[in-house]
């Protein structure tokens, strides 16, 4: 089955300063990467995706990119800000079914604790 | 439009017993998927429904069941309990449509077993 790396564990940057967080896969077949922001006592809450067939994609501070050779995809935030201090996933899905619909579980990431001091 | 919700919020059994827990999708949404999040497996695919069938299933074992309903709401029980059952359940409902179709989660419900 899939197989999802997450790295780093935490990260601590200032104010201002970007973070960069980076996952890998295994399963050729996953086709859809989506990330999640986790804050403390809520479930996670989508901040972004990608699908197989993009390379980049950007909202405001946000951005993803994706390696499909590699097998890796990489979350960017700029200009941070004390809100952003939370708990990061990243996910892989892998596509099952035929005709009209499919379906995927999600396979997550270990999770970034990411803290940014103001 | 509504989040989904997930009833109880936290919840304190004792080993060997039984629990069942339930999670509304947002309307319009007939697949729900479980998630079991512990600090040290991470988050991890239960198994998700969609129209009131098993559509996929994680690796866990037969004491962790689920169903759905028509109105496309959810149960998961959890039958004899062990300490190493105690986790944030997460629910996450999707139109169910596409396999990258958004999945939105629940705040979910905290269960310890003491």
């Known amino acids: 089955g899939e197989n999802v790396e997450q790295h780093p564990s935490t990260l601590s940057v200032q104010e201002g300063d970007s973070a960069v967080i980076k996952c890998t896969y295994s399963d050729s077949a996953s086709n859809y990467f989506p990330w999640y922001k986790q804050e403390l006592g809520k479930g996670p809450q989508l901040i972004i995706d990608?699908?197989?067939?993009?390379g980049e994609k950007k909202d405001q501070r946000i951005a993803v990119t994706l390696n499909k050779t590699a097998k890796h995809f990489s979350l960017h935030i700029t200009e941070t800000q004390p809100e952003d201090s939370a708990v990061y996933f990243c996910?892989?899905?892998?596509?099952?079914?035929?005709?009209?619909?499919?379906?995927?579980?999600?396979?997550f990431g270990q999770g970034t604790i990411l803290t940014v001091h103001p | 439009k509504a989040g989904v919700t997930q009833t109880p919020r936290y919840l304190i059994k004792t080993r060997g017993q039984q629990v069942t827990l339930s999670c509304s999708p947002i309307?319009?949404?007939?697949?729900v998927s479980w998630y079991q999040q512990t600090p040290g497996q991470g988050l991890q695919f239960l198994f998700e429904?969609?129209?009131?069938?098993?559509?996929n299933k994680g690796n866990f074992p037969g004491r962790f069941s689920g169903r759905q309903f028509s109105n496309s709401r959810s149960e998961m029980n959890v039958s004899t309990l062990e300490l190493g059952d105690s986790a944030l359940y997460l629910c996450?409902?999707?139109?169910?449509?596409?396999?990258?179709?958004?999945?939105?989660f629940g705040p979910g419900t905290r269960l310890t077993v003491l």
């Open positions: 996910a892989a899905v892998t596509h099952r079914g035929a005709g009209g619909t499919s379906y995927g579980k999600l396979t």
């Open positions: 429904y969609f129209s009131e069938t098993q559509r």
């Open positions: 996450a409902s999707s139109r169910g449509r596409k396999s990258s179709d958004t999945q939105y």
């Open positions: 309307s319009g949404h007939r697949s």
């Open positions: 990608i699908r197989s067939n993009v």
